[in-house]
């Protein structure tokens, strides 16, 4: 149990039964008047993302999370189909589990999910990746004054912004929270 003013970006609770991921929460305090927690709450089973409002000294309950390794294997029609590398069982998942980290998931990937009564309800890339750039504009000669990023597609269809030296076929690393290039691959 946890009291509402500790909650923090990130953090799991439970709320009417059900687990949910804080997205954002702030402390608001208003004169006089008793202060409250505003936070916004992702449901972890249907995606579904709420404002609640909490008294500072309301309590929350935190779930039992198992963090366990699988393996990415494939897209398959509505989901994903993930390999557990310690019984190779191959496990169907939801594009809604997945999310935003769909654009930056290349088959055998190594991903970690976390578990609540054994049903995976959320998964987590490695903070960086590597992927090949497999499209992105020439470099205009004469253009070297300032640093000027261009775009560039990656091997999962991603886009993202890179520095103007980088070429088709090179490998870049992507910090998978933001999107954003890291640095080219040695």
Known sequence: ???????RKGRTVMYEDKPYVVHDAMHVAKGNKASYMQAKLKNLLDGQIIDVRFRVEERLETPFLEDKEYEYLYPDGEGFVLMDTTTYDQIHIDKGIV???AAFLKPNERVTCQLLDEKIIALELPHVVELEVTDTPPVVKGATATNQPKDATLETGARIRVPAFIEPGERVRVDTRSGEYVERAK
């Open 1 to 7: 149990m946890i009291k509402a003013v500790d909650l």
């Open 99 to 101: 999310g935003e980290a």
